[in-house]
């Protein structure tokens, strides 16, 4: 299984509401990853969990929270976005570096595409 | 990170060889060259990865110039089903980071 996956497809949410971003993979990777990824852009790296601690923030506003429950299970809640927080948002992951490895692939889910009203 | 500079589109009739450059003038040692390309409405798709030496995989090669200033991918017989935005990325080793630039959209025409 070389599958991330991410739920739900599409959201649409007012910026008073709360939701939340699912991402999954059953790889055994223990790097994981979001982007966020603007219409005709690239994507932007946001956050890096790696062995479940949070090792990378991009400097991403707090209305952004990451959590990462388990090593497959990745999770981004949204509060109080903005109409610009309109994007794809993509999840990654990879295998962890510890084992001598220091070059991997990421994986990316298919996304979520977003639209805050 | 080092960055890239690559054509913003090509065109390439299905079937023929696909060539794409990348420069990364300002690379340094230790950092490694990836590639990786996005289908429409999906993730990004690793192809491959080389520090110097020349490189092949099931998907494409991968050609470095000596002074590792450049680079060129290739697809050896594009399909229509290549078409997408090939991204060309810089990294050190052992770094957690992807940082994408603009990309190249590629155009396989019939």
């Known amino acids: 299984d070389t599958e991330v996956t991410q739920t739900p497809k599409h959201l649409v949410m007012g910026m008073t509401n709360k939701k939340s971003l699912k991402c999954e993979q059953h790889?055994?990777?223990?790097?994981m990853y979001w982007y966020k990824q603007k219409a005709k852009k690239p994507p932007e790296l946001m956050f890096v969990?790696?062995?479940?601690?949070?090792?990378i923030n991009e400097s991403v506003p707090s209305r952004f929270s990451p959590e990462c429950p388990n090593s497959s299970l990745l999770n981004l809640h949204l509060h109080a976005l903005q109409p610009e927080d309109s994007a794809l948002y993509l999840c990654?992951?990879?295998?962890?570096?510890?084992?001598?490895?220091?070059?991997?692939?990421?994986?990316f889910g298919p996304g979520t595409r977003l639209t805050v009203t | 990170d080092a960055k890239t500079t690559q054509p913003p589109s090509m065109d390439c009739a299905e079937g023929r060889a696909a060539n794409l450059p990348c420069n990364h003038s300002?690379?340094?040692?230790?950092?490694?060259v990836y590639w990786y390309r996005q289908i429409h409405s999906q993730g990004p798709q690793y192809i491959i990865h080389?520090?110097?030496n020349n490189e092949t995989n099931e998907m494409a090669s991968l050609i470095i110039t000596e002074d590792r200033k450049s680079s060129t991918l290739i697809l050896p017989h594009a399909t229509l089903r290549d078409t997408a935005v090939y991204y060309c990325?810089?990294?050190?080793?052992?770094?957690?980071?992807?940082?994408f630039g603009a990309g190249t959209i590629l155009r396989v025409k019939s």
């Open positions: 990654a992951s990879s295998p962890g570096l510890a084992g001598g490895r220091s070059h991997y692939e990421q994986y």
């Open positions: 790889m055994g990777h223990r790097a």
């Open positions: 969990y790696s062995y479940e601690k949070l090792s």
């Open positions: 300002t690379i340094s040692g230790n950092e490694y």
């Open positions: 080389g520090l110097k």
């Open positions: 990325i810089v990294r050190v080793e052992y770094g957690n980071k992807l940082v």
